[in-house]
């Protein structure tokens, strides 16, 4: 919660580029995201105020009833800095 708080207080942005549902060993119920930019006020004063591209994506996973059970953010075999500057 306290992490979602300061998110929300640094108005963090997400802007999704692709929503995908291709995982032929999970084809119910768990979607990929990919992002095209991400903005907030503390990219802004560390030097990016255009924001910056993430380089990884974002694996979420449902329930039958349709509600989110995980959220899975990484690089997942990528490399370690997940985002490029821009």
């Known amino acids: 919660m306290a992490w979602l708080r300061a998110s929300f207080a640094h108005h963090d942005r997400l802007i999704v580029g692709e929503i995908t549902g291709s995982n032929p060993a999970q084809p119910l119920g768990v979607l990929g995201i990919s992002f095209d930019r991400r903005t ?47």
Do not use: M, R
């Open 40 to 86: 907030s006020d503390s990219l802004a004063d560390a030097g990016h105020p255009s924001g910056i591209t993430p380089s990884t994506g974002t694996k979420v996973k449902f329930d039958p009833a349709g509600l989110i059970t995980e959220l899975n953010n990484g690089p997942y075999g990528g490399p370690p800095d997940s985002y490029h500057i821009s």
